[in-house]
């Protein structure tokens, strides 16, 4: 749908401008580059995980003069780079290209001789599925799809996503030894804890084994696991020593791009100290309630909100954050607001939208087309919604992730 001009035009745009200034100061290009200057490495390989993978590449290739460059990235940001070899993988749920870029970073590593550039980004986790042995790339997906229905934060899905894999929680350091790694993170983890930024190769893991079972359990999950699975985490955990020594450095985070957006905004910008995380129905009332007791200017917020799937709709969590707040808004009588959610990455989902913008017309123009706010919720299908009042956000893939940014400006 097409939106005829209205009075909230000039601050749709600059709520997305805005936006766009926190999506531009997660730039990976700069951050590598800026990391490696200078800097001189022995026989290096690269190996470069995740949505920002390729950039993340293509800028240490102009530092770093390493003869193998293995690249694992998402299907639309897998674009050809002279030099190195390109994998493409499913995500956010695991499939056998992903497999198969696995098995071939395990041979590469193996192979090591000097020193290993690892440049680590979001996403990671899904793209490079190495499941341990006795589990299935189907059973490991299974369980992926699980975690991500039931609501779980991105620290618990780490978790148990480490305890299933080769690579993860420390892994590809093990597989490099004695090879050094040196790593650059660039973090989709709101806690910028490195454990969880694509579910931590080259760190320490989050926690046991007997742990991720716990949580599963109490997920209400362990019952639905394939059996594979269960019987892998109801088995002792062997000890597997220290993990090699490695050099981890953030490069890029959540906290350096909401700083941006607040510099954007210019004098005035009320920064969200707290991370905006869990249930995406609380987050929704905590953004209207800080317009309803703040009155009028501009709000920032970022993090990574949760969302329990009901319904066989499709959406996002950004896209349901901003229809949740169109409708608490208007059970508010808020009438001169924007408000902006949208994922850095560019995609929201498993949807060409990277969030939603919406504003005091936003449910009128559902309305309009004889869709009702209400059920379009309970489908979880805010992206069909959004896209029927001309409210989806849509930037393309951006070759970044530092999880999400949102924008509240109230007049």
């Known amino acids: 749908m097409l939106r005829t001009s209205s009075p909230f035009e000039a601050m749709r745009a600059q709520a997305r401008q805005i936006f766009l200034e926190g999506v531009e100061a997660a730039d990976p290009a700069h951050a590598v580059e800026a990391a490696l200057k200078g800097r001189e490495f022995t026989d290096p390989l690269i190996i470069a995980v995740g949505k920002a993978a390729r950039t993340m590449a293509e800028a240490a290739m102009k530092h770093v003069p390493a003869e193998t460059v293995i690249v694992v990235t998402n299907y639309e940001n897998a674009k050809p780079l002279e030099g190195a070899e390109v994998r493409a993988a499913g995500h956010p749920v695991p499939d056998a290209e992903g497999a198969r870029a696995a098995l071939r970073v395990e041979e590469v590593l193996s192979h090591a001789k000097g020193d290993v550039i690892a440049l680590i980004s979001g996403g990671g986790s899904a793209l490079l599925p190495a499941p341990v042995v006795g589990v299935s790339l189907e059973d490991k997906a299974e369980v992926n ?79 639905k696991l394939p059996h594979s699975v269960s019987a892998y985490l109801a088995r002792p955990q062997a000890d597997l020593g220290a993990l090699p020594e490695s050099e981890v450095e953030l490069i890029g985070s959540n906290k350096i791009s909401v700083a941006a957006m607040a510099h954007a905004a210019g004098p005035g910008a009320q920064v969200d100290k707290t991370p905006l995380e869990g249930d995406v129905a609380e987050a929704a009332q905590l953004i209207v309630e800080r317009a309803l007791t703040g009155g009028a200017g501009t709000y920032l917020f970022g993090g990574e909100t949760t ?28 009438t001169e607001f924007v408000f902006l959610s949208g994922g850095t990455d560019g995609r929201d989902g498993p949807t060409d939208a990277a969030g939603g913008l919406v504003d005091p017309g936003t449910l009128d123009r559902m309305r309009a087309v004889g869709l009702d706010p209400n059920e379009v919720l309970k489908r979880n299908d805010s992206y069909h919604g959004l896209q029927a009042a001309g409210d989806l956000l849509q930037i393309g893939a951006t070759g970044t992730n530092v999880a999400d940014l949102q924008v509240l400006i109230r007049r």
């Open 307 to 334: 969302v329990k799937l009901v319904g066989d709709g499709m959406g996002g969590r950004n896209q349901e954050l901003a229809l949740r707040v169109a409708m608490l808004a208007e059970e508010a009588g808020l």
């Open 145 to 223: 799809r699980l975690l991500l229905a039931s609501g779980a934060d991105i620290v618990t899905m780490n978790l148990v996503r480490q305890q299933l894999s080769r690579l993860k929680g420390g892994g590809l350091l093990r597989a490099a030894a004695p090879a050094k790694v040196t790593a650059l993170l660039l973090s989709d983890v709101v806690s910028d804890d490195l454990r969880a930024i694509a579910s931590g190769p080259t760190v320490s893991p989050i926690g046991t084994r007997e742990e991720a079972a716990k949580v599963l359990q109490d997920l209400g999950l362990w019952e």
